[in-house]
């Protein structure tokens, strides 16, 4: 089943819109996968939500179970003097810093002494519910080794290519903060309305795009002089991420079922298909050819060719599949199931 490496580099020279999905394996174990990241230097790591308080990272070749993190912390071990004991959190999203040194977790609450306000999924900053944390994790070591205080129900992190910021989009503070990876200090919060989620960042780390689900933009910021634009791109976007060129930005739109192409130059959206009930997460191959996405209520991962926007697999995967992520070494796309379990596909 795993023997495929051997035949890596022809299977690389054809474009995964040329290929197949084919079930590797289906892994099991104590989790409940939100989400599931790839880290481009042979690891996937799952955040497992609220009820298990915990992130599994696995081998990308051999799909093996290497470490589970606990999300129990002492702040004050890290600065934050104001906490006292042990505290809990409850894993979202994840990414990995460009040169795979780092896993960066957001935590959608934590649990402690002196913590009552627990955010929700209808919320708002006049709420003031309790702040979170965002975890840092060695991939030497698999252990926490910083954290960083953060806004409310924080979702989507991401990493920009240059290593320079970590930026997280927060649910109900409305807001992305925007750490320096040089300082480890949040060096801009910038506001951007109803309940913020994905985020991508072009490949010269100049535009950073978070998506406000709340509406129908998605923002992009320009991350040298914090001027924005605003991208209409369908109501309720989710999940976004840019063409290898980034010359187009995709986006599922989560109360349609839509996946959404548009064209930055053009400033308009140029191509749209319903792939299902609840269209949440999405990821594009490292070639370009082919987007991946998830549809919550229908229990399928779609895969779409980009060159025409039709749809060339629809598997039936799980119950509530919530997060996809295209592993590049292996060329094999996995699948988080929020009921407990991970999906691994081959691309063949």
Excluded at 162 to 177: K, R, T
Excluded at 223 to 244: F, M, Y
């Amino acid at each position: 089943m795993f023997g495929l490496l051997g035949n890596f580099s022809a299977r690389a020279e054809i474009q995964t819109s040329e290929r197949s999905l084919i079930l590797a394996k289906t892994i099991y174990g104590d989790i409940s996968p939100k989400s599931v990241r790839s880290s481009g230097t042979g690891f996937v790591s799952a955040h497992n939500m609220m009820y298990r308080h915990s992130i599994t990272v696995y081998d990308a070749n051999t799909l093996e179970l290497i470490a589970t993190i606990k999300d129990s912390v002492k702040p004050s071990q890290f600065g934050f003097s104001d906490y006292s004991g042990t505290y809990r959190g409850a894993p979202v999203e994840g990414a990995f810093s460009p040169d795979g040194k780092f896993l960066y977790v957001t935590n959608y609450s934590m649990y402690g002494k002196g913590l009552n306000k627990e955010g929700t999924d209808i919320c708002s900053p006049a709420d003031n519910f309790d702040s979170s944390f965002l975890y840092r994790v060695s991939t030497e070591n698999w252990k926490i080794d910083a954290i960083y205080k953060v806004g409310t129900v924080p979702k989507v992190v991401a990493v920009t290519p240059d290593n320079g910021y970590v930026l997280v989009s927060h649910w109900c503070s409305y807001d992305l903060y925007v750490i320096s990876t040089k300082t480890q200090n949040v060096e801009k919060i910038l506001k951007i309305g109803a309940y913020p989620r994905g985020i991508t960042v072009s490949a010269d780390s100049k535009y950073a795009f978070v998506a406000q689900m709340g509406g129908s933009t998605v923002h992009k910021i320009n991350l040298d002089t914090w001027k924005r634009e605003q991208l209409s791109v369908g109501v309720n976007p989710r999940a976004i991420v840019l063409s290898p060129d980034n010359s187009t930005l995709y986006a599922t739109l989560n109360k349609s079922g839509q996946v959404v192409a548009y064209n930055l130059n053009e400033k308009k959206v140029i191509r749209k298909i319903k792939t299902g009930e609840a269209a949440r997460s999405l990821d594009i191959s490292s070639d370009g050819s082919s987007l991946y996405v998830v549809n919550f209520k229908s229990g399928t991962l779609s895969k779409i060719r980009v060159s025409d926007f039709q749809i060339l697999q629809e598997i039936k995967v799980c119950k509530e599949p919530i997060g996809v992520s295209f592993e590049v070494q292996n060329q094999r796309v996995w699948v988080a199931c929020y009921g407990g379990s991970i999906k691994v596909f081959d691309e063949v």
